[in-house]
Antibody, heavy 121, light 106 residues
Framework: EVQLLESGGGLVQPGGSLRLFCVAS????????MSWVRQAPGKGLEWVST????????NYTDSVKGRFTISRDSSKNTLYLQMNSLRAEDTAVYYC??????????????WGQGALVTVSS | EIVLTQSPAFQSVTPKEKVTITCRAS??????LHWYQQKPNQSPKLLIK???QSFSGVPSRFSGSGSGTDFTLTISSLEAEDAATYFC?????????FGPGTKVDI
């Protein structure tokens, strides 16, 4: 059974930093791309970033480019999201998601329970 | 960026009723359209991938159809446990984008 467990969320002041963690189990971690998807309170879903299975390729939504860094450590089955220069609009539940790659692009087939990040003074 | 719109935004239904949710893409995306269910205070769960393929373990009352720009999620006979918000998602091109959601209330 695939399990994704996020941690590292919390309250941070504007301009501050936070690092999210996602520990994966139940599948061959290095064989799949992994993503972060966020959801602001009472709002819809927003893709944030993706890292390839090898860790060599990354992609980001425009609003976090230059501020967030996604990475992974296959020896620890762990996905990371380093978030710097945080803004109030980054406040959201951050979900870690496993990607399945098919002929029509990738789909998020497993999700973690989420980590709440609150940016406020 | 591909924009997804969903209709209706909200639907109040009774058990055993048939529910149809539509998702429209701002440009053609082939079959790169997926559907998720999110219940209150839970993470999203994949229901349908690539427009019409049911994900493992999903009840057969959930089905998807469509291609190009217009897609449909159908719940053939609604059950009380299906009360949730349903989102569509396109993976044809980056950035991934999601529809605004359809809340189904029973």
């Amino acid at each position: 059974e695939v399990q994704l467990l996020e941690s590292g969320g919390g309250l941070v002041q504007p301009g501050g930093s936070l690092r999210l963690f996602c520990v994966a189990s139940g599948f061959r971690f290095s064989g799949y791309a992994m993503s972060w998807v966020r959801q602001a309170p009472g709002k819809g879903l927003e893709w944030v970033s993706t890292v390839s299975g090898s860790g060599a390729a990354t992609n980001y939504t425009d609003s976090v480019k230059g501020r967030f860094t996604i990475s992974r450590d296959s020896s620890k089955n762990t996905l990371y999201l380093q978030m710097n220069s945080l803004r109030a609009e980054d406040t959201a539940v951050y979900y870690c998601a496993k990607e399945y790659l098919g002929d029509g692009g990738s789909v998020f087939d497993s999700w973690g329970q989420g980590a709440l990040v609150t940016v406020s003074s | 960026e591909i924009v997804l719109t969903q209709s209706p935004a909200f639907q109040s239904v009774t058990p055993k009723e048939k529910v149809t949710i539509t998702c429209r893409a701002s440009r053609r995306i082939g079959n790169a359209l997926h559907w998720y269910q999110q219940k209150p205070n839970q993470s999203p769960k994949l229901l349908i991938k690539y427009a019409s393929q049911s994900f493992s373990g999903v009840p057969s009352r959930f089905s998807g159809s469509g291609s190009g720009t217009d897609f449909t999620l159908t719940i053939s006979s609604l059950e009380a446990e299906d009360a949730a918000t349903y989102f569509c998602h396109q993976s044809s091109s980056l950035p991934h984008s999601f529809g605004p959601g359809t809340k189904v209330d029973i």
